[in-house]
């Protein structure tokens, strides 16, 4: 089934840790994007890539980093986990940057940093 | 500043009909997403307005008006399964999404 893959589902991490977010889409989509949402906020762009070998900086992107080296790939690292990045992580993508067709969205990654 | 505005909760009763409310204020307008979002799970699309209007689409409809910065998602024969976190998203002058926090729904038996 065509879709968007995030790994791992959740985890509990240590501050100071590095941790790297995984997301495949097999969609053949353009752009892609990751969000956190937090309770009572909506959700919050990190960084996106609108094809693969660029990426841009969203809302909130400190003390996070991405690449896109190919057009399935797109993964989050947390340099340096802070708790204050406790949070759900969804990676989503849509054919092209500002289509009028809906972003997908995986399933999620459920970070909690302590 | 951008901001997208929406109910925090609502409560209606299975079977009836209810209107969800989403104002808006972003730097240009290039569309208005509805989705659905389950308790711990991933926002699914459910509609897209980029013209004033109403767009139906079985028991859900939207509608936006861009002089208003409004739109409304309306749910008509609400069935238990429809109990979920809808979210309004505003596609901005940058092609980037401005999400609001999402409006709870809740039906009761």
């Known amino acids: 089934i065509a879709g968007i893959t995030q790994a791992p589902t959740s985890q509990i991490l240590a501050a100071g840790r590095r941790m790297t977010l995984r997301c495949t889409q097999d969609m053949r989509h353009n752009a892609m994007y990751w969000y956190r949402q937090d309770l009572g906020l909506g959700l919050r762009l990190i960084h996106y890539?609108?094809?693969?070998?660029?990426?841009g900086k969203g809302e909130v992107p400190d003390g996070y980093s991405v690449s896109r080296a190919n057009t399935d790939d797109f993964p989050l690292t947390l340099a340096s986990a802070v708790p204050s990045q406790t949070s759900v992580y969804f990676c989503?993508?849509?054919?092209?940057?500002?289509?009028?067709?809906?972003?997908?969205f995986g399933d999620g990654t459920r970070l909690s940093i302590l | 500043g951008q901001n997208i505005d929406q109910p925090t909760e609502m409560t209606a009763t299975e079977g009836a009909i209810v209107q969800i409310n989403c104002t808006y204020q972003?730097?240009?307008?290039?569309?208005l997403f509805w989705y659905q979002q389950h308790a711990g799970e991933a926002p699914t699309f459910l509609s897209y307005n980029v013209l004033d209007g109403l767009e139906e689409k079985g028991r859900f409809s939207s509608f936006l008006s861009r002089s208003k910065g409004y739109s409304y998602l309306l749910l008509k024969e609400l069935q238990m399964k429809d109990s979920a976190s809808y979210l309004c998203?505003?596609?901005?002058?940058?092609?980037?999404?401005?999400w609001g926090a999402g409006t709870k729904l809740i039906i009761k038996p």
């Open positions: 972003t730097s240009g307008f290039n569309g």
């Open positions: 890539s609108n094809t693969a070998g660029t990426t």
């Open positions: 989503a993508s849509s054919p092209y940057e500002g289509s009028n067709q809906p972003q997908h």
């Open positions: 998203a505003v596609m901005d002058s940058n092609y980037q999404l401005i």
